[in-house]
């Protein structure tokens, strides 16, 4: 490990995508089809800095991390204390870079030919690829930073990018909404998170990770006093707020599968891969905070388990593929939360990891899918696609196979690691795991059998046709990685060893469940009948949906019709949307009204009358002085008669 | 020639030119005398940025808290008062010296397509006024005598006036004389406080033996009272005088009223609730670069006199009031956010918009510390960079469709790419989104709101209610973003040319500062304000501490 060099590669992996951002933004308008060249270069080289930053954190492995790498002192507090622009780098940090930048790299790739014929704006195209080039930046940044402020800012930054490529087409008045929706709940979650970076501030009169994490171990505030319980369940709750608003958790989900109307490569990297793990790589970062409440983490636990059950019951319903792939994400991103919840980090941050390319892969299948089916996404206007689309039908299906928890690829080993932490900390967490698994294969396959299962079926006046070799090529390297990733956390498990000092302390230190001595070995049967459980509720799903959607459609439409309650509001996703609209947003509009009214009628009214007074006066002395002669003659004569009668009575 | 009186008093002489040139050379001549005054008042920066030891005429204190570029000159002198023409410019003002001049210069600019205005008439009058107005709005800023600090701010009132009610909207008069009477009201008070500050100081020294050391200036001995504006603040003889108990004024504690005088005064200008409904009128019915002015410049006078006046010659009325300004202030923030979020006039939205964040201003001021005082100071030069951009950002758009309905736009950022790019720059910055200038303030005011909780227990639920407001603006900003820039092009825009070289330049300079001030926050602004700022609090603070301790000592005594 070289300090020079850690430093210069996360110099270089931040401002190279930064500089392809203003590249593309300034010059697109001249470089017009060929602005994805910048924007790959700008991506490529931040991956390939990345690895050789993974490298270093590897060969240096155990000794000296994290390490912080300042650059320059950003803005000096109001309390006298600098606040800087620095860099943290552990392994943790190497593992999300890698994935941010892999993920971004392949799905620039694919772009450049998704986005020519999906290009729907004018000027649309070197667009895109500058928000793109934004995003890595930002999201590199908020992974990268050495402290709460550069996390919230790169927290938000992201946030932006995000709402600008929701909204790319921005024509569409429902992606125009979408893109407030997101930006709007995300806020929501994250004044709970600046909240509780002020908090920290206040108490630990610092807001650098190290400094804060150390103080929380000590059990110290500022003032050397011992830390209240209450203050840092505060605090963990408040940034787990920010969490749930970034990584799609309850209550605040509803953004998700809104933010589908963004183009598909952004739906797979933004909103599958990498910006919604954002919250779930803030958990794991605040390890130390989060340990120390365990009131904070049984939240989490919990929040996170019914995310997963509940987001994966609207996915039942869904008729539209990229939606159905929203709510799967929000209910995967459940599972890595309840992960965490349960002091499973280094299993959520693994699951994190194989998710970012099944999913990623899921969502440019589905984006494939669209482009032949000229911009028709809903499964229920097409099927039997497997002979059109060959290429697109295997690796959407071995992404499927990933995401269903099939036994042999990758989403199989980091679930089943979750189910079993969360098994060993509470049997109803487990419960909902099992359940959510069994759930997920199904309606997984439901949409593969929707899709591609069947007699043909293509929408009119489409010319089906295979995608090209520049969306083909990243989905074969996606199937690669969702086949392949989960064999680094079997065995040996090189990738829970990597990542074990970040942990260490933290969450295996704090496990209540192993009295602190990280993850005990499972018994056999422990180990490997959890296995045969969950690959058989994963069989059952697939056998299930093969059943209703393939061999016996009738029983389908048997069941929606046994159940038209429960359906109907599955598809109305549980009303949340609606219990909002109803709660906060028509509320907040009716209190804009009544200040409005209070403004025009009250304060302004009070004003009137104040100014009456003068005005009053004024109108009776005007009067007195209209201008007529006589008037002014009457009231002389009255004058002097009055004056005359008072000195005549005075004398008298 | 002293450069402070020069920045002062060359767009007045710009504005009289404006009335003797040719008349095709108006806007010429106008845009000229801002330019070169915006070019002067640069000429300020190497003052601050060395620190400030070498210069000559620097008076008062160390560092920061130094008066720089100081001017006194004897004006109207009488047997039992002086008053003097004095200038002089510190941490405080230097900030909102150079953006007064930047953001006139840019009102100017932004005034250069007058011809075709709908009323378009007296062009000459037009510039004239709006050069006088920069003379009286910079004149407030460095006059450090009470007095003249009251003349520059009637100079500048009367200006606005005549700008809003002649080259305005279609109930121009209106909105004109709601301006004038509200500020007139805050300057009656204003007056009574400036005339019953002169004789009680008077009456201090006298009560001293008539004749006092002068708080900051070595040798010289006060024999009557003063109007200048460091030594009520300074003079520990008339501090005491002021702070203590026995001193009233129509039976009620001095300071405490003093301070509430001067605080409506100032607070109606800020605006804050329940002072504000002069803005939304004057906003919309003013022409586009008076808007500018009014919401970049005209608006911190009031955090300005809250900061120079208010605080540092009363701090126990501050410290009286500190909980009901900081309700206030909150309020503000909300009802502000609020009433944005019910607006269909663009303009309108962007008015009550101003109201929120300037509720930071007087939140960060009134908690007293040092995050809430630099704060408010941050938020003060974010909003005079970012409100501006916003006002001109409604105007370019109003001088194309002739309307500000928000429901009757949409797909704007299609029709005029550019214009969208720069709209989504301004408004975010507005918005604050972090990186943007927008966000510093609130942050630090917020930071200061939440330390105070250690004197002021009721500032937490305050800091939360207020931190909540970034919900509410995120709300109004992103629906009007969405109502007016996004969504399908509309038929009645189509053809609209987008922003010429004029305005791109005018919005560019803007966004690019709203980009800087966010990303360095301290070599742009807290670098030259802070020093001041804390040594301004450390003297109320302290005057505070002494009141309550002799306070304390009295009690036992008696």
Known sequence: ?652 | MNLLTAIVFLPMLGAVACLVVPKNLVRQVAVLSSAATLGLSLWLFPTFLGGGGSDATAIFGTSYGTLHHVIRLPWIMGDSFSIEFFLGVDGLAFPLVVLTTLVSFLACLASWNFNSWKVNKGIRAYFFLFLLLETGMLGVFVALDFFLFYIFWEVMLLPMYFLIGVWGGERKEYAAIKFFLFTLAGSVLMLVALVAMFFYSGDAIAAAGGSVASGYLEGVMLQHGTFDLIELATCPTIQSYFASGSTLFLGMKFATVMFMFLFIGFAIKLPIFPFHTWLPDAHVQAPTPVSMILAGVLLKMGGYGFLRLCYPIFPTGGEVWAYVLACVGVISIIYGGLCALAQTDFKRLVAYSSVSHMGFVLLGIAVMTKAGFQGAMFQMIAHGISSPMCFFLVGVIYDRAHHREINRFGGLWLTMPRYGTMATIGFFASLGLPGMCGFIGEVWVLLGTFDAGAKYPWAYPLAIIAAASVILTAAYILWLIRRVYLGKEREEYKGYLDVSGRETFILASLAVLCIALGIFPTQTVFNFTNGTLDLMLQQVTNAIAMVSQSAVSGGLIG
Not at chain 1, 165 to 178: T, W
């Open chain 1, 1 to 652: 490990m070289d300090f020079d060099t850690l430093r210069t590669c996360a110099l270089v992996i931040l401002l190279a995508p930064l500089c392809a951002a203003i590249l593309a933004g300034v010059f697109g308008p001249k470089l017009k089809g060929h602005t994805h060249w910048v924007t790959i270069g700008g991506v490529g080289t931040a991956f390939a800095f990345s690895v050789m930053l993974f490298l270093q954190v590897r060969a240096g492995h155990g000794a000296g991390f994290p390490v912080l790498i300042p650059i320059y002192d950003w803005l000096l507090a109001g309390v006298g204390k600098a606040f800087r622009v620095e860099f943290l780098v552990d392994p943790l940090t190497a593992i999300m870079l890698m994935t941010v930048t892999g993920v971004a790299l392949l799905v620039v790739i694919y772009s450049r030919d998704y986005m020519r014929d999906h290009g729907a704006c004018e000027r649309g195209y070197e667009r895109f690829f500058a928000y793109l080039a934004l995003f890595v930046f930002a999201m590199c940044a908020l992974v990268l930073g050495g402290n709460f402020l550069l996390l919230y800012l790169g927290w938000e930054a992201v946030g932006l990018c995000s709402y600008l490529l929701i909204g790319f087409y921005y024509d569409k008045p429902a992606a125009a909404a979408a893109a407030k929706k997101a930006f709007l709940v995300n806020r929501v979650g994250d004044f709970g998170f600046g909240l509780a970076i002020l908090l920290i501030y206040l108490t630990f009169g610092s807001i650098e990770y190290q400094v804060v994490f150390d103080m929380v171990r000590q059990g110290l505030d500022a003032n050397g006093h011992a830390l209240a319980q209450g203050t840092i369940t505060a605090i963990a709750l408040l940034l787990f707020c920010g969490a749930c608003g970034k990584s799609a958790q309850l209550p605040l989900h509803v953004w998700l599968p809104d933010a589908m109307e963004g183009p598909s490569p952004v739906s797979a990297l933004i909103h599958a891969a990498t910006m919604v793990t954002a919250g779930i790589y803030m958990i794991a970062r605040c390890g130390a905070i989060f340990t120390a409440s365990p009131t904070a983490m049984m939240v989490v636990a919990i929040v996170g388990a019914t995310t997963a059950i509940f987001a994966a019951s609207i996915a039942l319903v869904q008729t539209d593929m990229k939606r159905i792939l929203a709510y799967s994400t929000i209910s995967q991103l459940g599972y890595m939360v309840l992960g965490i919840g349960v002091y499973a980090a280094d299993s959520a941050v693994f699951h994190l990891f194989t998710h970012a390319f099944f999913k990623a892969l899921l969502f440019l299948g589905a984006g494939s899918v669209m482009h032949a089916m000229g911009g028709i996404i809903d499964v229920r206007h097409f099927g039997g696609l497997r002979k059109v689309l060959p290429w697109t039908f295997a690796t959407f299906l071995l992404g499927s196979l990933a995401l269903a928890g099939v036994p042999g690829l990758s989403g199989f080993f980091s679930k089943d690691e979750i189910i079993h932490h969360a098994l060993t900390a509470h049997p109803v967490f487990g419960a909902v795991g099992l359940v959510t698994a069994l759930l997920t294969a199904f309606y997984t396959f439901r949409m593969v059998f929707l899709a591609f299962a069947g007699d043909e079926k293509i929408p009119e006046g489409v010319h089906a046709h295979e995608s090209g070799g520049w969306m083909l090529f990243p989905l074969l390297v996606l199937s690669v990685g969702a086949i392949g990733a989960g064999y680094l956390g079997v065995g040996a498990k090189p990738f829970h060893h990597f990542l074990e000092p970040v942990f260490a302390n933290t969450f295996m230190a704090a496990n209540p469940v192993h009295g602190g001595h990280g993850a005990a070995h499972p018994s056999f049967w422990q180990a490997y009948g959890l296995m045969v459980v969950s690959g058989g509720l994963a069989a059952l799903g697939i056998f299930a949906a093969y059943l209703l959607y393939v061999k016996q459609p009738w029983i389908a439409g048997l069941a929606k019709a046994s159940w038209p309650g429960a359906h109907k509001a599955a598809g109305h996703k549980w009303y949340v949307d609606e219990a909002y609209d109803a709660g906060l947003v028509e509320p907040a509009k009716k209190a804009g009204r009544v200040c409005v009214g209070l403004d025009d009628y009250l304060i302004d009214g009070l004003v009137w009358l104040v100014t009456a007074v003068p005005r009053g006066l004024g109108y009776l002395l005007r009067t007195a002085q209209g201008g007529a002669v006589q008037g002014y003659g009457l009231t002389m004569v009255i004058g002097i008669t009055v004056i005359m009668l008072v000195v005549l009575w005075n004398s008298a």
